[in-house]
């Protein structure tokens, strides 16, 4: 398999991006970061430039870009604002359920209205006590005739109240291990359901994160994705292993808008009789910054090819690596970026504290960079039967005769005997006090 093929197509929606980041975003970011309300002139950008259907399959009323296509907006936009960023990459993470799991009907219905940026849409899949382990949510769906009917409460719905559509993930078999979730498609406005908290951010505050409750919300049996019970946690992992990239593509973005304002900043700034980025210090910040945010997007571009090319082997784990290191390459380069601005970095009349507030909550969601870890060392234990012939290499110790008689010790439920061997009886006497 290829390992990044950026095509030209993907070049044009970067181009779009780019344009709509600088003259639309970037002016405004401050102000709804300041207020924390969703931008709707950027929505309106969006829906305007097309950008809404560049990851839905032309099948579907979109342009078929791709991910890396994708990923390349979600990085344009970020360079700007990382919330605007997020706002709009939530649509994909809300509209990949339907792509990976959705029935023809539900993608026809769907996906062309998503395309058209008529509807956004959200994702809710964590809860209050269901965060890294998703596994373990409580919203219950109940088979009514030919309903479900719906009920519990979902956190950190990322667009939540801007959406109109939400992919809900909800337990229909509570006594089934592997199949005890499912995921259905439910529309605002259906009664039952509300928004109940916006949340108050740290970061990404033009993007609203709410809880979404869910009261006897009734949804046809229709609504039931791939209309076969049981298939939502696949689906939900399916689409994080598609989204993923997204995030790190969020953090990449900031990572180079953020190294961008400290360079600029290094030139203009005077300290010394010279600019600071003439002096080495600031130099090998800059280069260490500059070298991290080249490899975070060679990590991405290659996951999000992965999963252009259905390379089935590589996207779970590719998927987790760009995430993980994409996002702590966020965390430290934007970190980096406020320290050049010294003292004026910290202030809020400056623009880049918000990068490193943006930041932050990229390492946190759509999995936390822990759990991105474990997915990675879970996909390198499960494949190092690949290499087992190096084993042979690695020289094994054997049992002496004093490991054999510990052990014994051990099973008898007695400490094993003191280094060198010594007798049971000195040891015993030695612990007594006896001479
Ligand atoms: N693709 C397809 N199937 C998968 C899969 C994948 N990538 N990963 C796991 N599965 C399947 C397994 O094959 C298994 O299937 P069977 O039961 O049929 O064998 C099943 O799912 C269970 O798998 P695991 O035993 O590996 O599951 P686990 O409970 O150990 O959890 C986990 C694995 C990786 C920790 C997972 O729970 C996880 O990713 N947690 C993080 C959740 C997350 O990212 N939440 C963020 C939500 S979005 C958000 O942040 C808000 C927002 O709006 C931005």
Known sequence: MAAIVITEEARHWQQVAHKVAEEVVRPIAKHYDEVQEYPEEVRRAYIENGLLGVWIPKAYGGHGAGIVALCLVIEELSRACGATGVAYAVNALGS?????????EQKA??????????KMIAFCLS???????????????RKDGEHYVINGEKKWTTNGGVASIYTVFAVTDPASKSRRISAFIVEKGTPGFSIKKVEDKMGIRAVPVVESHFDDVRVPAANLLGGRPGMGFKHAMQTLDFARPGVAAQ???LAQGAMEYAVTYALRRQQFGQNLASMGVIQDMLGNMAAKVEAARSLIYRAATAVDLNDTDSINR??????????DVAMEVT????????????????????????AKITQIYEGTNQIQRLVIARNLIKDAGRFANIDAYIPRESYNAYHAVAESELAAGDEPSGAGGAPRGAQAGARSGAG
């Not at 010294?342 to 009349?349: A, I, N, W």
């Open 96 to 104: 990949f359920p339907i792509l990976v799991g959705g029935s023809e």
């Open 335 to 358: 970190t980096d970026a406020v320290q050049i601005f010294g003292g004026y970095g910290y202030m809020k009349d400056y623009p880049i504290e918000k990068y490193m507030r943006d």
């Open 109 to 118: 219905h769907y996906l062309p209205q998503i395309a058209k940026g008529e």
């Open 251 to 253: 953090g990449l973005g």
């Open 127 to 141: 809860e209050k006590f269901a965060g890294s382990d998703a596994g373990s949510m409580r919203c219950q769906a």
């Open 318 to 327: 590719l998927a987790a690596m760009s995430k993980s290191f994409a996002t």
